[in-house]
């Protein structure tokens, strides 16, 4: 069956840090993935997704993620974190025949101190 | 921006009573899902719905939860007879494309939370 871990269940960063979330799934066939973001109070947003082609995906908001299929990640970067990235993070995969149904891995989430 | 939007906010039901959560999806797209998140857990695939027929379902999915697309904006959840695990927070998703399309991004609502007493 197709799952996606994440690692990190919360991470608390100072502002102007670097981040990098993992994230794995397993499915040995054609994927799309994705980080959903989660702000409090607010429902799930696409920050960026993986389809096809280069596997260094830019998102919004200064995020990207690296596609690395002979290691089944696509681990979220930032930079230079900042206090409004405080939310719950999602790395998810879209597979299966029809591609129809999305899974979530179980979130991280994120604390910028000021 | 359009967006899918879902009511009601917060639903209290006793156990063993039907509730009937509501969605609008984006007007021009033509796939719709719901998913759940039970506190504290994963976001989980309940059911896929396209062309007035369930594409795909989970386990989760019993003959206990029915969809419905009423109309030409409204596509809703039903749960028949609720049980105290059926508590949690319920999102709606839409989708103008399925499968392997750049275009197959889900869009989800602000999600309804149901507590069952």
Redesign the interface.
């Known amino acids: 069956a197709q799952s996606v871990s994440q690692h990190n269940h919360h991470v608390i960063l100072s502002e102007a840090a670097s981040l990098e979330l993992g994230c794995n799934y397993s499915y040995g066939g054609t994927v799309n993935l994705f980080w959903y973001v989660q702000y409090p109070g607010q429902h799930l947003q696409l920050l960026l997704k993986y389809f096809s082609g280069d596997p260094l995906v830019k998102g919004i908001k200064g995020f990207e993620a690296e596609f690395i299929k002979s290691k089944f990640s696509f681990n979220l970067r930032k930079p230079s974190v900042q206090w409004s990235d405080t939310a719950e993070y999602f790395c998810a995969v879209n597979a299966g025949s029809s591609a129809s149904k999305i899974i979530f891995g179980s979130g991280t989430r994120l604390s910028i101190r000021p | 921006e359009p967006e899918v939007t879902q009511t009601p906010s917060h639903q209290v039901t006793q156990m063993g009573q039907e509730v009937i959560l509501r969605c609008v999806p984006i007007s021009n797209h033509l796939?719709f899902?719901w998913?759940r998140q039970i506190l504290g857990?994963?976001?989980?695939?309940l059911v896929?719905f396209?062309n007035n027929e369930i594409?795909?379902k989970?386990e989760i999915f019993d003959d206990q939860f029915s969809v419905e697309r009423p109309d030409g904006s409204n596509f809703t959840l039903k749960i028949r007879s609720t049980k105290l695990e059926d508590s949690a927070m319920y999102?709606c998703a839409s989708s103008e494309l399925?499968?392997?399309?750049?275009y197959?991004?889900?869009?989800?609502?602000?999600?309804t939370r149901l507590t069952v007493l």
């Open positions: 796939y899902y998913y857990q994963k976001v989980e695939f896929s396209y594409s795909e989970s999102f399925a499968g392997w399309s750049s197959n991004e889900q869009f989800f609502g602000p999600g």
